[in-house]
């Protein structure tokens, strides 16, 4: 079994900073990418930002410049830095990572709980 154990999140007022952690265990062979998805009240989950195990990365555009994702390959966590908050950012954010059980080449996706990030004044 597989595991994502997300934390971090919380109450942040606007221009405040927050940092996301999410740590998988469990049965892992390998992990490809890792990533971050949300879902505000009312609107769709979207991404935020993943990042591949050589460390490239992909941001929404919401994100770019101000959020900053991370991994230790070593520790199979992502870290999402999320500095310059508006209330935009308040949702609930999962994190994911894509990896093999088995090590036969065959790949899932896997999903954290997803801590809530509430930006207000």
């Known amino acids: 079994q597989v595991q994502l154990v997300e934390s971090g999140g919380g109450f942040m007022q606007p221009g405040g900073s927050l940092r996301l952690s999410c740590a998988a265990s469990?049965?892992?062979?390998?992990?490809?990418?890792m990533g971050w998805d949300r879902q505000a009240p009312g609107k769709q989950r979207e991404l935020v930002a993943r990042?591949?195990?050589?460390?490239?990365?992909n941001y929404a555009r919401s994100a770019k410049g101000r959020f900053t994702i991370s991994r230790d390959n070593a520790k199979n966590t992502v870290y999402l830095q999320m500095n310059s908050l508006n209330p935009e950012a308040t949702a609930v954010y999962y994190c994911?990572?894509?990896?093999?059980?088995?090590?036969?080449?065959?790949?899932?996706?896997?999903w954290g709980q997803g801590p809530q990030v509430t930006v207000s004044s």
């Open positions: 469990g049965s892992i062979f390998s992990i490809n990418d």
């Open positions: 994911y990572a894509v990896l093999s059980s088995s090590g036969r080449g065959v790949y899932y996706n896997y």
């Open positions: 990042i591949t195990t050589d460390g490239s990365t």
